[in-house]
């Protein structure tokens, strides 16, 4: 039986007793909680009484293990995202291993916490972020942080093409994915380009010799319907 001050290999056994692991991780060092942690036979219980240890209040290098252990409950993960830093939680999106719902959510964070983050933050998650971070970050207005988004190696033709259909995407955008590298090159966006007037209009001619008159035609005619339509409350 261990003492109230016992050494870790103590502690192991007690942790999954109700009414004392409270007490217990009281006493623990972040070492000793993140050694805890990476025990084989450690269960969804010992790991959720592990997130409300004092210690892990304070440490961030012990939140961010919780959050990537995968045993650590939905309940307790998506919490603990909330209080993450923003590179933090980055990470959490960009590691193979991490269930899919937890990495939405660590996406979910970093987006709503997009608007209120300085420009150099910007521009580092623009460059580094997961796919859809970065398409978020696509219509931000600055074209020092649309610019990286651009060249981030997560971003899709989907996301970028989504991205330039949004009624409220910024000029820049359109400017800066018209003249791109890669993206002009791509039929997907090239189409989204050629159905908006935000496309500068040098780069719009260009981009339609790539197609047919009947397709152009197409493309204008779904446009105009496009405008015309008003937008339903479900998809705003």
Known sequence: M?????SKEDLQPEVARAGTETDLLGEMTEDQALAELQRAEIGAANI???AKS???AKSRK???AIVMHARTPRHVSIPLLR???TFDVMQVTLTPAIAADIKRAAEGQIVLRTESLPLGEKISLAKRASGRVAA???QAGEPQVIAPALDNPHLTEALVAQALMRPEAPAALFQLT???RNWSNRREVQIALLRSD???IGRMKELEKNFTEQFLREIVAESTRAKSTPESPDSL
Not at 2 to 6: C, E
């Open 83 to 85: 209080r993450m830093f």
């Open 48 to 50: 959720a009484a592990l």
């Open 62 to 64: 012990l939140g961010l």
């Open 198 to 200: 935000k496309t500068p």
């Open 178 to 180: 018209s003249e791109h």
């Open 136 to 138: 978020a970050l696509l």
């Open 2 to 6: 261990s003492s109230a001050n016992g």
């Open 54 to 56: 004092a210690v892990a």
